[in-house]
């Protein structure tokens, strides 16, 4: 097992750049969801899904876009990347909806 | 929605004496309540949680209590040691309104040996 993988695990976008953020699972879980971690900002959602084909926002998605096609993966894509985009990025999953979320290694983006 | 605060921000304390870290949140539907620990440069991992069936759970050293009245939770650490140093973030979760974890803002604690 796997757990909750994600790539890359560093990226680095000029403004305007677009780009996709890989998340996935082998634990068969239905619950995914993306959270940004700005220093002194804890943890905020961006995303989440509940299943397959089933996805919604959280506090702060504006500028992301996410799309659930499988059970497995929950790529969360920038279209346009800005400086207030640099941030950690972290993907996490779950087996009962917000119940146990284990959380993916991160990625740390840089938008220049 | 749901908004969650977390008290103190830093916290430092010597080898050996107890931690306590508080949440309160503002959705009184909210049932689900995780602790998570996340050292430097790693992810954060769930270390403990509690349900609004329940007052309390225990894990060796570390205890979550919950106050549904009050709408805040504690997390206790005892006999703490350097390696329990980390940033700890506390979360809540309404499963009715479709499970969003919301997260407090988190609390390093340095642990002095």
């Known amino acids: 097992n796997a757990g909750v993988t994600q790539t890359p695990k560093f990226q680095v976008l000029k403004t305007g750049q677009s780009m996709t953020l890989q998340c996935a699972q082998d634990m068969n879980h239905e619950y995914m969801s993306w959270y940004r971690q700005d220093p002194g900002m804890g943890l905020r959602l961006i995303h989440y899904?509940?299943?397959?084909?089933?996805?919604d926002q959280g506090e702060v998605p504006n500028g992301y876009n996410v799309s659930r096609s499988t059970t497995e993966d929950f790529p969360l894509r920038l279209l346009s990347a800005a400086p207030s985009q640099t941030s950690v990025y972290f993907c996490?999953?779950?087996?009962?909806?917000?119940?146990?979320?284990?959380f993916g290694p991160g990625t740390r983006l840089t938008v220049t | 929605g749901e908004n969650v605060e977390q008290h103190p921000s830093t916290l430092s304390v010597q080898e050996g004496d107890s931690a306590v870290i508080k949440c309160t949140y503002s959705?009184?539907?909210?049932?689900?309540f995780p602790w998570y620990k996340q050292e430097l440069g790693k992810r954060p991992q769930l270390i403990i949680d509690?349900?609004?069936?329940?007052g309390e759970k225990k894990d060796q050293r570390i205890a979550v209590t919950l106050n549904k009245t009050a709408k805040h939770f504690s997390l206790h650490i005892t006999e703490t040691q350097p390696e329990d140093s980390a940033v700890y973030f506390c979360?809540?979760?309404?499963?009715?309104?479709?499970?969003?974890?919301?997260f407090g803002q988190g609390t390093t604690l340095q642990v002095k040996p």
């Open positions: 899904s509940v299943g397959a084909g089933i996805t």
């Open positions: 959705d009184s539907a909210s049932n689900y």
């Open positions: 996490a999953s779950g087996g009962g909806g917000a119940y146990e979320q284990y």
């Open positions: 979360a809540a979760s309404n499963p009715s309104n479709t499970g969003k974890l919301i």
């Open positions: 509690i349900r609004s069936n329940v």
